[in-house]
């Protein structure tokens, strides 16, 4: 490559190209695959032990139901698990057999897929296929390589992978030819495991994101907001809706910027507001569509405006402390529980030392009781079919008692209620009755004040 000028930088001469280099995941490898012949076997067996390493949070089981409140934060660790994994494999050059190719007797006509980015849409037979392809018709130096690489990643992830996911994936993976196993087929089996790719979870994806409000968050963190959604946006991009096309809306913009408009900080969303109203007006006066800006953009811009009002102290939203996350922001108000110490913390923020098993077992078990939960037994139970047919009433320890749905308990009926009703209707079935006998007046305010006393005492048991 030829040059005709050069820089200074740092007091070294940098000569500039005059045109410009082609840059690669394989280019920026840290250990070159072409390298590796340069190595005795002691040294070489030590790369693999490095390039092998467990190197990032282990994959594991993972509760991505369709219907599943915690879809986005789930969707987001998951994708930032595969771009992990990626990064670690492209460091040793091992990367190269997750480009899944589709042969064809027409060298010109191969096809090639990224299974890092589309893991959704390739099929496990076109995995296996490609496998098989890099392992039996290709020539060395290559093959050697492609040969190592399968391993390589394989082993990489077996050391990255939790024992039962482990186990689930090999059922289906040690069916599979040798000749058609390796990293890429063992990747696309686990992450089928974890994920749903059917059109219902991606509407469902769809809708969640749609549904976010920034003002539900601790601080009203709006790069929080904008990491789950370009972690939903990357998960979506590999996804198909029911006509074959890209699971992403064509509005998925405009949702955006609504999205966006759902702060406590005027300034922040007057920004967003604005650019609606102008890009309609716009449309309107001009009778065409202006172009939107992309996803990307607006998430970096939303970011940049986030740090600028909060770097200068005018981001108020920071006061909000809801013990409420979007994530279960349409399942009621609940405080964080660290998985790990039990500590009121994000898992991801624990300062104490990682136990996995640990965190199995409590994730487990938190799980099982959100099945159980409204199933308790006894008299405390909820009403039962019948009792709702008769406004949801319940004689308990001989007291009549009716189910308050608000506060999810039984509560004693209202004495002073009951006989006002009673007093109704027997104005109703006498139009001439007299009045009150001052009396009788006294002995009801007497009685009342006693039920209202043996109300505040039952109350005081729920408090």
């Keep these: 490559m030829s040059t005709s000028n050069q820089v200074k930088i740092g007091g070294v001469d940098i000569p500039i190209a005059t045109t410009k280099r082609v840059v690669n995941e394989t280019t920026t490898a840290f250990y070159k695959k072409t390298d590796r012949d340069n190595l005795d076997t002691n040294k070489l067996n030590e790369l693999f032990m490095k390039a092998v390493a467990s190197q990032q949070k282990k994959y594991d089981f993972i509760d991505l139901k369709i219907n599943d409140p915690d879809m986005l934060k789930d969707t987001y660790n998951l994708e930032m698990a595969i771009e992990t994994t990626r990064i670690n494999n492209s460091r040793f050059d091992m990367h190269d057999v997750f480009m899944i190719v589709e042969p064809d007797n027409d060298p010109t006509k191969f096809k090639v897929h990224d299974l890092y980015k589309n893991h959704a849409t390739l099929t496990e037979a076109q995995v296996a296929k490609s496998n ?169 811009f939303a970011e940049e405006q986030y740090r600028i009002l909060y770097s200068s102290g005018k981001w108020t939203g920071v006061q909000t402390k809801l013990g409420e996350t979007a994530f279960t922001a349409n399942t009621g108000r609940a405080k964080y529980k660290c998985f790990n110490c039990g500590g009121e913390h994000r898992l991801e923020d624990c300062p104490v030392k990682r136990n996995d098993e640990r965190i199995k077992a409590n994730r487990k078990l938190f799980y099982d009781n959100k099945t159980k939960k409204s199933k308790s037994k006894g008299k405390w139970a909820r009403p039962t079919k019948e009792e709702q047919k008769n406004r949801s009433r319940r004689v308990i320890d001989g007291k009549d008692h009716y189910y308050h749905y608000k506060d999810r308990r039984w509560k004693p009926v209202d004495v002073a209620v009951s006989e006002k009703a009673n007093v109704v209707q027997a104005k109703d079935k006498d139009q001439s009755s007299s009045e009150t006998n001052p009396l009788d007046e006294a002995n009801r305010n007497k009685k009342l004040e006693e039920t209202f006393s043996s109300l505040k005492g039952l109350l005081s048991q729920f408090e």
């Design 132 to 300: 098989e392809w890099y392992l039996t018709m290709t020539e060395d130096p290559n093959n050697k390589w492609f040969q190592q690489n399968m391993s390589l990643t394989y082993e990489y992830l077996i050391n990255n992978v939790e024992d039962s996911l482990q186990s689930k994936v090999k059922e289906t993976y040690l069916k599979y030819p040798v000749e058609q196993k390796g990293g890429p087929l063992f990747f696309k089996i686990m992450i089928d495991i974890l994920q749903n790719n059917s059109s219902e979870a991606a509407k469902y994806l769809i809708s969640t994101v749609k549904d976010i409000k920034i003002s539900n968050y601790d601080g009203e963190n709006v790069e929080q907001v904008v990491s789950l959604i370009r972690g939903a946006t990357s998960r979506l991009e590999n996804l198909l809706d029911d006509k074959g096309k890209t699971a992403i809306p064509e509005d998925f913009v405009d949702d955006l910027i609504d999205i966006l408009q759902t702060t406590s900080v005027s300034e922040f969303n007057e920004l967003f507001s604005h650019y609606s109203r102008s890009t309609k007006l716009t449309n309107f006066i001009s009778g065409t569509k202006v172009q939107k800006p992309s996803i990307s953009n607006i998430l970096k």
